[in-house]
């Protein structure tokens, strides 16, 4: 199979279902935050030398295949074919229980911070950056997507803060005050 197939040649791409839609489509823009999110947390596992975080990121890519293809679903099909395509509010569960283990672990927040520390911590802070972009790209899709899907987005934005804490702590790495 070839990586290319020239179908995107005029600007155009396919929904899951084969609807064709032009590449600025909302939801077309939507699915690509959340990939170019993805992206950023492989580039922090790259320097993740604590193995706790490099599985929970790698959990994490996992669940963002999911949400890109719930995205490109308009019609919500993709669920029920694949059990790994779906994301819910026991997704949301889990990342709320994370985010308590680890915010267990840190000291209390008095002031805000600024993003960097560690090679590891600096890119768990763009990817929450990132997070919060693709947040408000699937916010404006209309037809609006499920909510468990924005409760998802919303709460990885605040475990990849919390993330990139941790990464920051384990390696030593002091937090910067604002």
Same mark, same amino acid.
């Given at each position: ?6 179908? &995107? ?26 990939? $170019? ?5 492989? =580039?922090? +596992? ?12 790698? +959990?994490?890519?996992?669940?963002? =295949? ?6 490109? %679903?308009?019609? &919500?099909?993709? &669920? ?19 985010? %308590? ?33 693709? $947040? +408000? ?8 997507? %499920? ?13 990849? =803060? ?7 702590? +384990?390696?030593?790495?002091? $937090?910067?005050?604002?």
């Amino acid at each position: 199979m070839k990586i290319y197939t020239r179908t &995107g040649d005029t600007g155009e791409t396919s929904l899951f279902g084969g609807k064709r839609v032009v590449k600025d489509d909302p939801r077309v823009h939507a699915y690509g935050e959340v990939d $170019e999110l993805n992206a950023h947390l492989g =580039f922090a +596992r790259v320097s993740a030398t604590d193995t706790e975080i490099d599985a929970e990121l790698v +959990r994490l890519q996992r669940d963002l =295949f999911a949400l890109g293809a719930q995205l490109a %679903d308009p019609g &919500g099909r993709v &669920g029920d074919r694949s059990a790994k395509a779906q994301l819910g509010d026991d997704d949301v569960g889990r990342l709320e229980q994370l985010i %308590d283990r680890m915010e267990a672990g840190l000291p209390p927040l008095r002031n805000f911070i600024l993003a960097g520390g560690s090679p590891c911590g600096a890119a768990l802070h763009v990817a929450r950056a990132v997070c919060r972009r693709a $947040e +408000r790209a699937i916010v404006a899709l209309d037809p609006a997507v %499920d909510p468990a899907l924005l409760r998802y987005v919303n709460r990885l934005s605040d475990l990849l =803060f919390v993330l990139a804490r941790t990464a920051n702590q +384990r390696a030593g790495a002091p $937090e910067a005050m604002w």
